[in-house]
């Protein structure tokens, strides 16, 4: 939680996993005040999250896009999950603001728990939290 726990970091990848990649692209869009935006997008390129690449436009100063690193694309079950219970919980009458789709039969995506050996995992009830491997006693 110490890289993802921030109010604004879940707004700023939920930006570049729908394709917004530029700084002032995201501020427009999202009302992130400029420090707090700048602040989470080098935390993000800090733990590996995030990349930037520059671009510049004709006579323009060099500038970055932010774009996600494999470690970042590992967050999309994460976010997809948090879009489904938003969906569910506080979503207007109307629909969701946004789906997510499979590109290659557009079928609408959802997150689904199975255990290692293939078995799903329907109520919530049937998971049992137990220390791990490198869980320290306190």
């Not at 997008?41 to 004709?58: F, K, M, N």
């Not at 932010?66 to 969906?87: C, E, H, N, Q, S």
């Not at 290659?104 to 998971?127: F, K, N, T």
Request: some cysteine; hydrophobic content about 40%.
């Amino acid at each position: 939680m110490a890289i993802l726990g921030e109010r604004w970091t879940m707004v700023v990848l939920r930006e570049v996993f729908t394709g917004v990649r530029r700084f002032d692209d995201m501020r427009v869009r999202t009302k992130i005040p400029r420090q707090v935006l700048a602040n989470r997008l080098a935390a993000l390129v800090e733990h590996g999250v995030l990349r930037r690449d520059p671009y510049q436009e004709p006579g323009a100063r060099v500038r970055h896009e932010y774009r996600l690193t494999a470690k970042g694309f590992d967050l999309y079950p994460v976010l997809i999950a948090l879009a489904g219970w938003g969906d569910k919980h506080l979503a207007d009458p109307e629909g969701p603001p946004l789906e997510f789709a499979h590109r290659d039969c557009g079928a609408a995506l959802h997150v689904e728990i199975h255990c290692a050996q293939g078995h799903p995992v329907s109520d919530h009830r049937d998971v049992l939290p137990r220390p791990g491997p490198g869980a320290h006693r306190r």
